[in-house]
């Protein structure tokens, strides 16, 4: 067996090299590091300083004695950048020509590293790829090119391909329970120094999500964003009920009170509607100040008054007759099935998300990256068929709106210029505002009225084993830079790590400036939330993230079904938990050791650790 293992190890460990050696790169044939020099001439036409041996290499293309066609000045290569890749392509195979030529800069392509980036296939990512190789180019003179991975992101199977010496290049995950096994196994670069001397260190990040990136004092990973929920709400929906919006921090109990109200407004104009989606039992206990682990992670203290008035909340506002105003999963399976079509939400399908935005429920938990969703909705369904009224009746302004709806149809994260934005807004009639999602953002409303986000970063690490990793270390200084971070804010990529770089004078920074009814995704709000009340996810050495997780996921779906009372089920998350953690330490003696040194006690694999450390019992 040990040797079958072996084998199927060495088998993906070689794929993954011909893959990555091979395969990947040819697949673009360096096209795209060729438009790096373009994208570069731009930044130092717009002010961005780089090193005499770039600037050589991109005037020496106007003086080379060679007459490739197509010769620019930086200027002009910057214009060029813009260009849709039709007609950018001549002037991209010119410049090859000259770099391959050895008169200029003397650069063989075929030698350039190329990075692996293990990630998903968010379309933002292709933007982010592109910035790093100009990145690159301005802040180092050479070119480095980089790839995504999206096929590699489970993490066992990254582990193993590591360890046997392959494996991307620059790793991703997500939150202090990805990052350590990577810091375990010996795959995450220490980067402290690095960092230290390269601006990339942890004081730059938002507090919340340090333990994303460091762990026993060294740190191995930074940011590529920073992840959470708040609540969104229809504005319109409020206004017709006559309810106010809500304004900061507030309570679950003001969230029953207009949450009842929007729900009888419905049913007055013959209409059903749920209050709110998509806060689940999980966030109902962490918010009313429940926690899973005391000060030093040694035992799980889950049973306690905090998480069953914060379980009992979520009952009550799910099944009591004077506070619901969430559905049952019965209640949502019904939706599902029916498609909607009893609550106005035509065919879609009844997901939390999909119905609020069809307005079947007024309040909703969601994260800014659900920007583009609702964009698109309010494009299609609304914005698009007034640009072409407009353009129908001859609006003076008809072609500023063609270039707006061009522009808009190709992608809705494209930022419009002033004049197709406002050319746009113009058209939009009071009944077209009124179709379209007008969307509100708050916090989430918590028993005890102060909100409590647990935050996360997506974070990528540099992979020890790999033959890039000095390029890779770069990489993550280029997450740390202005650039990058200016461009998560722009995708709504959630938010960026780097509080510096997250606001300007308007809101969340940079462009694009959102679609109509949907403004409140530049929120400061979205800042707040993590700066002052974010806090990291709980961790212990003594039970992986991932299983605590699955255990007490396997009692709260049992308490959302109303199967169980919320007393029994916080004494059960602990009990389960808490024999984990004793089942873990009497098959581990390092980790055993490691808990007597903590808590200056001996071990008994018998008693409940809450016991052993004489900690107040819960409130079962």
């Known amino acids: 067996m040990r040797w079958i293992i072996l084998g199927i190890v060495g088998v993906l460990a070689l794929l993954t090299v011909v893959a990555y050696a091979f395969i990947l790169p040819d697949q673009r044939a360096r096209e795209d590091l060729i438009l790096a020099y373009f994208d570069a001439a731009k930044a130092i036409d717009e002010g961005a300083e780089a090193p005499r041996e770039l600037i050589n290499v991109l005037e020496g293309w106007t003086d080379h004695s060679i007459p490739f066609d197509g010769a620019l000045t930086i200027p002009e290569m910057a214009r060029v950048a813009s260009l849709p890749p039709d007609q950018r392509r001549q002037h991209l195979e ?31 990512r292709r933007s982010q790829l592109r910035l790093f190789r100009a990145w690159h180019l301005i802040n180092y003179a050479q070119p480095c090119d980089i790839l995504s991975d999206p096929s590699n992101r489970d993490i066992t199977k990254t582990v193993v391909q590591c360890v046997a010496g392959a494996g991307p290049d620059i790793i991703e995950g997500n939150g202090p329970a990805e990052l350590r096994p990577f810091v375990r196994a010996g795959i995450a670069t220490d980067i402290t120094d690095a960092a230290l001397e390269g601006g990339f260190s942890t004081d730059t990040v938002f507090q ?55 729900i009888q407004n419905a049913r007055n104009n013959g209409a059903q509607r749920q209050g709110l989606m998509n806060l689940g039992a999980w966030d109902f206990a962490l918010g009313a100040g429940g926690r899973f682990f005391n000060d ?25 007759t004077e506070r619901k105003i969430m559905p049952s999963p019965e209640e949502a399976a019904s939706m599902s099935t029916s498609g909607g079509a009893a609550m106005n939400a035509t065919q879609e399908s009844a997901s939390a998300s999909s119905l609020f935005a069809a307005k079947v429920a007024a309040m909703y938990v969601g994260g800014r990256w659900e920007y583009a969703q609702l964009a698109a909705r309010n494009r299609d369904r609304v ?55 007008n969307l509100g953002v708050t916090h989430v409303p918590t028993l005890t009225g102060t909100p409590r986000y647990t935050v996360n970063a997506r974070f990528a690490i540099a992979n020890r084993a790999s033959p890039n990793r000095e390029y890779a270390v770069r990489f993550l200084r280029f997450l740390a830079s202005e650039e990058y971070n200016e461009i ?3 995708t709504f990529d959630s938010i960026c790590g780097v509080p510096a770089f997250c606001l300007d004078d308007d809101g969340i920074s940079g462009p694009p400036r959102a679609l109509p009814g949907l403004e409140a995704m530049d929120s400061t709000i979205f800042v707040e939330a993590v700066q002052q009340y974010g806090t990291p996810d709980e961790v212990s050495p003594y039970v992986g993230r991932g299983r605590y997780g699955l255990l007490a996921g396997q009692v709260l779906e049992r308490l959302t079904n109303g199967d169980i009372s919320a007393q029994d089920a916080a004494k059960e998350i602990e009990d389960k938990i808490d024999a984990q953690m004793r089942a873990n330490m009497r098959r581990d003696a390092p980790l055993r050791a490691r808990w007597e040194a903590e808590t200056g006690r001996t071990f008994d694999p018998k008693v409940p650790l809450r016991d052993q450390l004489r900690l107040t019992r819960g409130a079962a």
């Not at 709400?233 to 507030?250: M, N, T």
């Open 94 to 124: 010119d410049f090859r020509a000259y770099l391959e030529s050895g008169i200029g800069a003397g650069v063989d392509l075929a030698v350039v590293p190329t990075l692996v980036w293990s990630t998903d296939d968010n379309p933002a």
């Open 208 to 262: 919340g999500v340090t333990t994303s990136l460091a762990f026993e004092g060294r740190q191995y990973a930074y940011p590529c964003n920073v992840g959470y929920t708040l609540l969104f709400y229809h504005k319109d929906l409020f206004a017709e009920a006559g309810v106010p919006e809500p304004r900061g921090p507030w309570s679950t109990a003001d969230a029953v009170a207009a949450g009842k109200a929007l």
């Open 296 to 320: 030093d992670s040694t035992a799980c203290i889950y049973n306690s008054p905090e998480t069953v008035a914060g379980l009992q909340e979520m009952l009550d506002l799910t099944y009591s």
């Open 383 to 437: 914005i698009d068929p007034a640009i072409g009224r407009a353009i129908a009746s001859g609006h003076p302004q008809s072609d500023l709106l063609r270039s707006a709806r061009s522009r808009l149809k190709e992608d809705v994260l494209l930022p419009l210029p002033d004049d197709q934005y406002d050319a746009m807004r113009s058209v939009l009639t009071d009944a077209d505002r009124a179709a379209m999602i």
């Open 488 to 490: 998560i804010n722009q």
